[in-house]
């Protein structure tokens, strides 16, 4: 929360601090996916020990979405079918939202709309990439950095309706309108909590550098790309909301140039991204 008589610094620290661990479940899910040498088993025995995650991992398995032709009742199995990416996303996922639960949300950024904004991010990152580059592979990842992008908006609690009327006011960006008001952005708190909860390289820059994209580390900087086009998709073409009313012409371009997307290829995943996101939220259970 913001507090006036705070420097900044510790505005953000004071929040952070005050964000819950990660579920001693998410933590070891993460750890065990990040091992090439990791066995569907040794993720199966700590995925058992919470039922919610069990229950969720088994039901998505068997779901329309993967259109089995038996049921699956094997936890081992169904991680086996899933991917380690599909059952780490999952875990994540519900890890972030009963943190999230437990903290203040600013009122003027709506719950529902947010997550809309933020899980439609992910499957534009995901599609456009999949148009330029043609792989699957990185579905999860994406999904994962979308849902996590803006998470330090949240610092800024009530005080984001100054945000939001600044930025409407004088037609710039939220990410803009923060920087004129506080002197920090939503990209630096976002980041602190990816660290604190010990997020890979690749998400922490999905998270830190989405708006600058050039101060994203080389190796991830065309992830870090796709999720920031995808973020000016779901804003300009309203899929939830973030509060940003007025997305960069200047930014768009500059990434549509960095990721080689054309604007063809920019407006053609439109066909097909209502469906996507909507599995998405079934995927998540968001």
């Given at each position: 929360?913001?507090v006036?008589?705070?420097s900044?610094?510790e ?12 579920s001693?479940?998410a933590?070891?899910?993460?750890e ?10 040794e993720l199966?025995q ?5 039922s ?15 259109s089995?032709?038996?049921e ?5 199995r169904?991680?086996?079918?899933l991917?380690f990416n ?14 999230v639960a437990?903290l ?7 719950m529902?709309?947010?997550w809309?904004?933020?899980i ?8 456009l990439s999949?148009v330029?580059q043609?792989?699957?592979t990185q579905?999860?990842d994406?999904?994962?950095c979308g849902?996590l992008h803006?998470l330090?908006?949240m610092?800024?609690v009530?005080?984001y309706t100054?945000v939001?009327s600044?930025s409407e006011?004088?037609?710039?960006t939220?990410?803009?309108a ?8 939503h ?15 690749t998400i922490r820059?999905c998270?830190?550098?989405h708006?600058e994209?050039d101060?994203?580390e080389?190796v991830?900087?065309?992830?870090t790309a796709?999720l ?5 998709y779901?804003n300009?073409y309203d ?7 007025y997305?960069?012409?200047?930014e768009?371009n ?5 990721t ?7 407006r053609?995943i439109?066909?097909?991204i209502?469906a996507e ?5 079934v995927?998540?259970q968001?």
């Open positions: 929360m913001i006036d008589n705070k900044y610094k505005q953000i620290d004071s929040f952070v601090e005050a964000i819950p661990e990660l001693v479940t933590s070891q899910v993460v065990i996916c990040s091992r090439i040498d990791s066995t569907p088993e199966s700590v995925v058992s020990e919470d919610v995650l069990s229950e969720h991992v088994l039901k998505l398995v068997n779901s329309a979405y993967y089995l032709v038996s699956v009742t094997s936890l081992t169904a991680i086996t079918m991917g599909t059952v780490k996303s999952i875990t994540l996922s519900k890890a972030v939202n009963k943190a437990r203040n949300f600013p009122q003027i950024l709506p529902d709309g947010f809309r904004h933020s439609s991010t992910g499957v534009a990152a995901g599609m999949r330029k043609g792989s699957t579905r999860e994406f999904l994962i849902l803006d330090g908006k610092a800024f009530e005080s100054e939001i600044l006011h004088t037609q710039i939220p990410v803009e923060e920087r004129e008001l506080y002197g920090f952005d990209q630096q708190v976002g980041l602190k909590i990816a660290r604190k909860w010990q997020f890979n390289d820059n998270i830190g550098f708006h994209v101060r994203s080389e991830d900087k065309i992830q796709f920031a086009l995808g973020d000016v779901a300009i899929l939830g909301y973030a509060g940003n009313f997305p960069s012409e200047t768009l500059n990434l549509l140039s960095l080689g997307v054309s604007w063809a290829e920019f053609s439109g066909k097909d209502e996101v909507l599995k998405a939220g995927f998540l968001l």
